[in-house]
């Protein structure tokens, strides 16, 4: 009888209650989703009547249009992709733990009573594969809520589950999301009092009574949390090291492949690169070491090749161009970058400078587009460049030019000007509005977002790295704050972290880690909180962005995996 009306309940609940997989009614209520077994298989379609007019609520469906028993963590981490993909939830309220305890025939995983037969995921197993979807949940901004899993009596019919095990997956559980900082409804302890009244005898199913309080209950807590002001939007200074990040302008060029070890206890990977800024044997040696770095870590480093201008003039020089450049793809180069020297020291036998938009490299960049390989600039040089010593705004520019008074411009008037170097740029995108483009150091106009906002929205196949250039955005927002704040928000889609860190063939591994993760770690600051902060770069403190973990994420991750598909392991 009890199976009868439970079933009853199911049919009616795959009436009322939406399907993820349908289509999507235009709507302003915010949007959440159920993830559960058959518990809240249950439970759902109340849910769902009590916040009508308040939030649009869902759950998976199967391909027959009926509810989708979301099972134990081993068939969420094969299906949760497809769940989270329909629609961009605003709550997800979800359980796992109820298949996870029962125990399995070792061969065919179907249901067992036997208690010598494994469970569907042991506690360490469901353990991991929680986190793991902790991580997928996390990457869709929406609110969470965990549900523990509800008692039952010992030994109920159907698949052996022990009653004792329920209180150790909760508790692994509960560790899970107090480190993540996400609530908790405890269904458990809610329910434990009333187990005689509210569950169907000898089952691990509810009476009605007890799916519309479990309903009532689940509904609360949604209120709750769709009302309360989300802890979640932002990271801290503390979530460092537990955050996907991806330094998109990084130098290792060193044999040593433990620097990339200790990057990857901060959970950094590298965009390493070869800059042509050395004679032909240093570059060997670095176009080498990039290729061994990424050998020894397909999966946390990417290399980014380059090419020499030496002997520009030949007949021969875009074919051998060409070829070496395919030689690298070949070893697993997903980048090119071109250099400062190209305008501003490289020339031709005619003694005139090189500039990037000079025909002789549309070849070379048409070649690039075909192959869909991006192209990497750092061309021109900070504003400051151009400027005396006492007149520049940020320290790192000034002690740059002191040590290298060959790239200070102010110092070279029969130079191309600031201005020449970026329209050469320029001119160099609008022929090859098909190759992508990764502008370097904040497309040299780090001295105003609003001139580079100018450039993105010119250029919409260009994105812009930070490298070297952050303490540009932090003189302008110790000016005006909010300017910097909005600017990053409107282009979060288009700005990528980059430190433009070094690790050289004679550095010591550990004391170059310590350095440049103390670099790291202030970006981090300035991007992620509001504290005043301390930077070399700049006389006085900087406050904090507090940038939201939606943007974060972009920044430091998201934007390089979209940019560069095949790299780092694919996706996270």
């Known amino acids: 009888m009890w199976f009868s ?33 058959s518990i809240s298989m249950g439970y759902a379609p109340i849910v769902h009547g009590l916040l009508d007019g308040e939030a649009y609520v869902t759950r998976p469906l199967n391909k027959q249009g009926g509810y989708l028993n979301c099972e134990g963590t081993t068939r969420g981490l094969q299906l949760l992709e497809t769940w989270l993909a329909a629609d961009d939830w605003d709550l997800i309220h979800f359980n796992f733990g109820l298949h996870d305890l029962k125990h399995v025939h070792p061969e065919t995983g179907r249901n067992s009573t036997n208690p010598d037969h494994p469970q569907q995921a042991n506690l360490a197993q469901y353990t991991r594969n929680l986190r793991k979807i902790v991580r997928q949940l996390q990457a869709t901004r929406a609110k969470m809520i965990f549900a523990t899993t509800t008692p039952y009596p010992d030994k109920p019919g159907g698949p052996l589950r022990r009653a004792d095990q329920v209180a150790k997956y909760n508790t692994a559980a509960f560790e899970i999301m107090r480190e993540h900082g996400i609530r ?78 200790l990057a990857q206890r901060d959970r950094f990977r590298l965009l390493n690169i070869a800059t042509q ?7 060997r040696y670095k176009h080498r070491t990039i290729f061994l770095q990424h050998k020894a870590h397909p999966e946390h480093v990417a290399p980014v090749s380059s090419f020499s201008v030496e002997g520009w003039d030949a007949s021969d020089w875009q074919e051998k161009t060409i070829r070496f450049l395919d030689e690298t793809f070949e070893k697993g180069a997903v ?58 705004t940020v320290n790192n520019d000034r002690g740059y030019f002191r040590r290298n008074p060959q ?59 930070t490298a070297a250039r952050m303490s540009h955005l932090q003189y302008q927002s110790q000016r005006d704050r909010e300017k910097v704040i ?12 980059g430190s433009d860190s070094g690790v050289g063939q004679d550095d010591s591994i550990d004391s170059r880690y310590l350095a440049i993760r103390e670099r790291w770690l202030r970006d981090w ?15 006085q403190p900087v406050r904090g962005l507090a940038l939201r973990k939606a943007v974060v994420d972009k920044i430091y991750s998201r934007n390089a995996r979209k940019l560069f598909p095949q790299s780092w392991g694919g996706s996270p």
């Open 525 to 539: 600051r300035y991007l992620t909180t509001d504290d005043m902060i301390s930077v070399p770069e700049l006389d």
């Open 184 to 261: 908790v409804n405890d269904l458990h302890d809610f329910v434990l009092p009333h187990m005689d009244k509210w569950l169907l005898p000898n089952n691990v199913h509810f009476r009605v009574v007890g799916n519309r309080a479990l309903a009532r209950r689940v509904a609360e807590a949604i209120r709750e949390a769709l009302a309360a002001p989300s802890t979640q939007d932002h990271y801290t200074a503390d979530n460092f090291s537990k955050v996907e990040k991806i330094d998109i302008h990084f130098h290792l060029h060193s044999e040593d492949t433990r620097f990339v070890e």
């Open 335 to 392: 980048g090119v970058k071109v250099w400062k020297n190209i305008g501003m020291s490289a020339r031709g036998q005619d003694g005139q400078l090189v500039m990037i938009d000079d025909p002789q490299f549309d070849p070379i960049f048409d070649h690039l587009a075909k192959r869909g390989v991006v192209l990497m600039g750092h061309l021109g040089e900070p504003k400051n460049c151009w400027l005396p010593l006492e007149q520049m």
């Open 277 to 283: 800024s050395a004679p032909p044997e240093v570059m």
């Open 486 to 497: 909005h600017f990053i928000t409107q282009y979060q889609d288009r700005l990528l972290y």
């Open 5 to 37: 009306r439970y079933m009853q309940g199911l049919v009616f609940a795959w009436m009322v209650l939406p399907a993820v997989h349908a289509e999507q009614p235009a709507t302003q209520l915010p949007k959440v989703l159920l993830i559960g077994d």
């Open 407 to 465: 790239y200070h411009m102010y110092l070279h008037p029969e130079m191309p000007s600031y201005e020449e170097q970026i329209a050469a740029r320029d001119r160099m995108l609008e022929k090859h509005s098909d190759l992508p483009f990764l502008a370097a150091h904040l497309a040299s106009l780090e001295w105003s977002v609003e001139e580079l906002a100018k450039f993105l929205d010119r250029f919409p196949h260009a994105v812009a790295g």
